[in-house]
């Protein structure tokens, strides 16, 4: 079965401090992919960064970065530079190879931007 | 842009009552889901489609059903509504896709059902 797991449920940064979101994922699958969404008060899900098992290199957007480490089974989600509008819920994802078009999610991350 | 749209933002319906969730995408996107979101439990997934009149159970389909007789819509039903339904859903889209970053999702903006 897959899993995802996300530790911290509520976190604090200072404005323009990086944060570091932790993400661990249980499969068995050789080949899949990791997803992190961030969802603001108003409750949409938007979409932020993607890696794939077997991309060499660690995924970036812009301010947000994936630390991608595959033995560990972890892929951390690093915002540089916070700003004030990063103040939202933060969920890690995962689909596999035999997840039928689904994606399993962690419990999420609240995460604050004090000025 | 993708666009997925769920027609209620807030709900409020009686114990006993049948509710219709909709949720409508533009995109002409194969797949469709229908997730609920409660606090310290993440994303649950309730139902989801791949294909107009096809369905497959998620991981707690108890208590709900779901209607896809149009590509573009995907409709969640409570057949008897309780108090313990009383969550966030969430309305996804996604193309079946090639490649592992067409998986991702496009979400609705999320209807808040309580149930009184």
């Known amino acids: 079965a897959q899993k995802i797991t996300q530790t911290q449920p509520g976190m604090f940064v200072q404005e323009k401090e990086a944060v570091t979101l932790d993400c661990t994922y249980d499969?068995?699958?050789?080949?899949?992919?990791l997803f992190w969404y961030k969802q603001p008060s108003s409750g949409e899900m938007i979409f932020l960064i993607y890696?794939?098992?077997?991309?060499?290199q660690n995924a970036t957007e812009g301010r947000y970065s994936l630390n991608f480490q595959k033995a560990r089974k972890s892929a951390n989600l690093v915002i540089s530079a916070s700003q004030l509008g990063d103040s939202a819920m933060y969920f890690c994802?995962?689909?596999?190879?035999?997840?039928?078009?689904?994606?399993?999610f962690g419990s999420g991350t609240r995460l604050l931007v004090r000025p | 842009d993708v666009k997925v749209t769920q027609s209620s933002r807030y709900l409020v319906k009686r114990t006993g009552e049948k509710v219709f969730l909709e949720c409508v995408q533009d995109m002409d996107h194969e797949n469709m889901f229908w997730y609920r979101q409660d606090p310290g439990l993440g994303l649950r997934l309730i139902y989801f489609?791949?294909?107009?009149?096809?369905?497959e159970k998620g991981d707690i389909p108890e208590g709900y059903s779901v209607s896809r007789e149009k590509k573009e819509r995907f409709s969640l039903i409570l057949e008897s509504a309780s108090t313990n339904q009383t969550s966030m859903y969430l309305c996804?889209?996604?193309?079946?896709?090639?490649?592992?970053?067409?998986?991702?999702?496009?979400f609705g903006s999320g209807t808040r059902l309580t149930v009184v």
């Open positions: 994802a995962m689909r596999g190879m035999d997840s039928s078009y689904k994606l399993i």
């Open positions: 996804a889209s996604s193309l079946p896709g090639t490649g592992w970053r067409d998986y991702g999702y496009t």
């Open positions: 499969t068995s699958d050789p080949s899949y992919g």
């Open positions: 890696q794939g098992s077997y991309d060499q």
């Open positions: 489609s791949y294909d107009v009149k096809m369905k």
